[in-house]
């Protein structure tokens, strides 16, 4: 099953974009694995793909996820979604008797999705502070990843996205999109933007990234385009220059630690305190790197920065300088003074997760937060531009030449059995237009 799912493309589809035949792949030395784990949970706001996705092709999950249990050995399956996708919940039922599958319903939180607590939350088991599921005995994989890899047992490769496109739209969808169509078109198929000066959150407005350019590619990791007016605070916060964000940081942070409180990761009882990292602004170099070690563990969830801080400054930036600063250097924060230490979470972890509804409203998103249905759109793109690096590690490399015609799931880029990557497939027929270092040019017939 790992040489299939290497050999169609299946990488992370949530966004992290690891292939997936790796962290299936076993070895004699390789940490026994007991559960794999579904990850339906989907937090960010305005995305629905997972849901629409879990409620329209419950099967093909199940039956991916019963191909991860076997290729890992593990005897137990958990799908991990949100307690109010009912239809989701009901098309999973009768599919789950005797297939060794549990279903775990969620709470309506953020970050829900992120791996360290949905472990937590299904299974009561804690990742070690910088560790991974597998050091509990869990692999963890997006529900749409599961997806693909049913349909990689069936020779299939990943040549399509699904992908939600809410915000600033005229309507709002949920739906299958070849991969390689740009931004343009996407918001085309949802009716144009209803303002025009616009800017793209593509992944999410927590954790994805603002973009300006409309002729940006989906990849195998785009979860969604969030489209925002140019004037709304998100797309103005996101814009401010990191020289400012620390300088406003050094002068206005009164070190209240609301950051620290609504931390994901504290809570669950990691030594990360981001209030310390905003203190780390105030100090020379070696003082900033001494602080800086607070932050190495953050997963970038945006909570301070976006809900916590009533300063409206940039918890998670200075994280994230932190990791950049100090990771390198194999400098990061395991526990206090480096020494690994058992955790436990907070008394007050149960009371202190963030309602989805809440953070909404305080993104200033409740007028978006509006249904995006189940519909595929059928109009053709002229063109697919097809970044040969759309996963963790190595870039693929092209294995066809300029005017080249092409079939629709035809093998066009590739990497070596033995490194970390994914290959790459024609998602139409087509003739080669261009290629380059980082990417192909298909046009469609």
Not at 20 to 40: E, M, Q
Request: net charge negative; hydrophobic share 40%; aromatic share 4%.
């Amino acid at each position: 099953m790992t040489t299939r799912s290497r050999c169609a493309g299946v990488v992370g589809a949530g966004g992290g974009g690891f292939p997936l035949h790796a962290k299936l792949s076993r070895r004699p030395d390789s940490p026994t694995v007991d559960t794999v784990i579904a990850n339906g949970a989907e937090c960010e706001p305005l995305l629905h793909k997972d849901a629409e996705l879990m409620a329209h092709h419950a099967a093909q999950i199940v039956e991916g996820l019963q191909l991860a249990m076997a290729a890992v050995g593990a005897h137990h399956g958990i799908l991990g979604l949100k307690s109010k996708h009912i239809a989701a919940i009901a098309a999973f039922g009768p599919l789950l008797p005797g297939t060794g599958i549990d279903l775990h319903e969620l709470g309506d939180f953020y970050p829900t999705g992120d791996e360290y607590i949905l472990v937590y939350e299904t299974t009561g088991r804690l990742i070690p502070s910088a560790g991974l599921p597998l050091d509990v005995g869990c692999i963890v994989s997006n529900v749409e990843s599961l997806y693909n890899l049913a349909a990689a047992s069936r020779g299939n490769p990943v040549i399509r996205k699904m992908v939600t496109v809410a915000g600033a739209v005229a309507q709002p969808f949920t739906g299958w999109v070849p991969i390689g169509v740009d931004l343009a078109w996407l918001i085309e198929q949802a009716g144009g933007a209803t303002s025009e000066d616009v800017a793209y959150y593509v992944g999410g407005v927590m954790m994805g990234k603002l973009e300006h350019d409309s002729s940006l590619p989906v990849t195998k990791t785009t979860a969604g385009v969030i489209v925002l007016p140019g004037d709304h605070h998100l797309v103005q916060r996101a814009e401010t220059p990191v020289a400012a964000k620390h300088r406003i940081g050094k002068s206005a942070c009164d070190q209240c630690s609301y950051c620290t409180e609504l931390c994901p990761r504290y809570l669950l009882g990691h030594d990360l305190e981001p209030h310390k990292v905003m203190r780390g602004l105030l100090f020379s170099l070696e003082g900033e790197d001494t602080w800086n070690h607070w932050g190495t563990l953050c997963c970038e969830c945006g909570l301070c920065t976006l809900l916590a801080c009533p300063e409206d400054l940039f918890p998670r930036e200075a994280c994230q300088q932190a990791k950049a600063d100090l990771l390198p250097q194999g400098r990061g924060r395991l526990g206090p003074r480096e020494t690994p230490v058992p955790i436990q979470p907070h008394p007050m972890y149960e009371s202190r997760h963030t309602p989805l509804k809440q953070l909404v409203q305080r993104l200033g998103l409740t007028p978006f937060d509006t249904p995006s249905p189940l519909r595929d759109p059928d109009a053709i793109p002229a063109q697919f531009v097809l970044p040969l690096k759309q996963h963790a590690g190595a870039p693929a490399v092209p294995c066809v030449t300029v005017g080249q015609r092409v079939q629709q799931g035809a093998l066009i880029a590739d990497v070596g059995e033995t490194a970390l990557g994914a290959p790459l497939h024609a998602p139409a027929a087509g003739t080669v237009r261009a290629i380059d270092d980082t990417q192909i040019v298909l046009a469609s017939c």
